[in-house]
């Protein structure tokens, strides 16, 4: 592809015809979807993982990610016709394939500092497989100036002509949930090579990925600037909505209804308040320009921080909710639904659930989580139980972090009136007997 004599058509038609092979680097909840679909149009895809069970599942026809509408046809359908394998051999993968997309975890460390070490490590050993004509697709979300000053250098040195090999950074809009159809379309396709020549590859292919409009960006830079500014929009924005469902009770009116109704001009578009911000995308993405610049940012500085403060925010509206009772909150029952960061997403990373469990571990309180989605809450201190075992647990209160669709079966008519904080406006529990607190309602709270 990249270099290539061939004509545009000719490129397409052998993209398509399955004569361009095609590797996905990291199978995860994007990497599962992005390769089927990558599958689903080239019919040469292989798919690499460190997770043997990873890849062992998908062999076998099954999706590794759940929750995902069509995902698990799609896999079975894919693999099944031979347009899709999976393996744990990177080279072997890299030295057949000649698109690589690569869509491994970009994360942070203690510091809050960019941790790329998968993604360096990854670049190199596809380096030493490339062949003339191969290009690298970045999908991870990384700094801006990641491919030009880090991963470019790193295949350059292992291959013989760099002047033959082509890189991209094509960033991933997806959503949990909605993955193939975001993949498939929802959204235009930002793409930015770190040469002429690596862009408009990656336009050919992701021409033929998406149904949607493709938008080549000048360069790699500002592809990942445009990544990571739409997450820092996101974070601030969220971060606003907290800030003022804070002044709610000051105001004493209902903050999200306001916001909803100030939304309903086009040039307002304030997202919703709530208990935190979690996932490995949007608490991250602010780092990732704070690590790359000297200049101060204090709006994107300031956002990060009030995000981070809603999980005490809540604590300390359960705290003055229950010192109205005589339960303190030293001994207390507290149950916790929802430790994921988002509802039906079988994630934790960054997740608000955290700070909520340490802080009333920290205070005392005898915690049980609840969360039928997350597949280890070992992270969590506290004592698990489920939803239909909730109303025989004698609860002095409960916090809602993320609103699973289980949680409609909660019984809370069941349940002895308790104190319950709504991280997510979510409940309704009016006249339920329970005093009830949610995040950004100001109404009836002194
Ligand atoms: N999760 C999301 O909503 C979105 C994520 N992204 C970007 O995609 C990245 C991946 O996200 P997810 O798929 O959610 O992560 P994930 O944690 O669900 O999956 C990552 C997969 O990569 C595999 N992996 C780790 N190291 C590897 C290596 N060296 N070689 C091959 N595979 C390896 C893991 O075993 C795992 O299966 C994120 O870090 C972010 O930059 C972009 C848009 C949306
Ligand atoms: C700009 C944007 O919408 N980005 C999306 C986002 O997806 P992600 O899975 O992180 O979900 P999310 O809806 O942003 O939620 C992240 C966190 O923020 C919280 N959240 C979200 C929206 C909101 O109004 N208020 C709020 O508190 C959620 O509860 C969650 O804890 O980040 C993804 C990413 O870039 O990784 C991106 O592909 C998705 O399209």
Known sequence: MYGSGATPDEQRRAFTDGQVPVAVYGLGKMGVPLAAVYASVTGNVTGVDISESVVGTINDGRSPVENEPGLEAEIERTVSSGALSATTDVEEAAADASVHVVIVPTLLDDQDVPDLSTLTTLTRDIGMQLDPGDIVVVESTVPPGT???????????????????????????????????????????????????????????????????????????????????????????????????????????????????????????????????????????????LDSIETSAPIVRMARQINDSMPLYAIEQLREAMDGS?????????????????????????????????????????????????????????????????????????????????????????????????????????????????????????
């Open 326 to 446: 005589d339960h303190p909150l030293f001994g207390a029952n507290v149950a916790v639904l929802g430790v994921t960061y988002r509802p039906d997403v079988d994630e934790v990373r960054y997740s608000p659930a955290f700070s909520v469990v340490r802080d009333l571990n920290q205070l005392g309180a005898n915690v049980y989580l609840v969360d039928p989605v997350c597949s280890d809450l070992s992270p969590f201190e506290g004592t698990p139980t489920s939803v239909d075992k909730l109303h025989r647990l004698d609860l002095d209160a409960a916090v809602l972090v993320t609103d699973h669709s289980a949680f409609d079966r909660v019984r809370w008519d069941r349940m002895d009136p308790m104190v319950v904080v709504d991280g997510r406006q979510a409940l309704t529990l009016t006249g339920s007997g329970h005093t009830v607190r949610t995040i950004g309602d100001g109404r009836g709270v002194e």
């Open 147 to 289: 491919c030009a000053e880090t991963l470019w250098p790193i295949l350059r040195r292992s291959v013989p002509d760099p002047e033959s090999v082509g890189l991209a950074f094509c960033p991933e809009r997806t959503m949990s949930g909605r993955a193939l159809q975001d993949i498939r379309g929802a959204y235009p396709k930002i793409v930015g090579g770190i040469d002429d020549e690596s862009t408009r590859v990656a336009e050919l292919v992701y021409g033929e990925i998406t149904t949607n409009d493709v938008h080549a960006a000048p360069d790699a830079r500002t592809a990942e600037c445009v990544k990571v500014f739409e997450g820092i929009y996101r974070d601030v924005n969220i971060a606003l909505a907290n800030e003022l469902a804070t002044v709610a009770p000051e105001l004493g009116v209902d903050v999200p209804e306001a916001i909803e109704l100030a939304n309903t001009q086009p040039f307002c578009d304030i997202h919703r308040p709530g208990i935190g911000v979690g996932g490995h995308c949007i608490p991250v993405y602010p780092y990732f320009l």
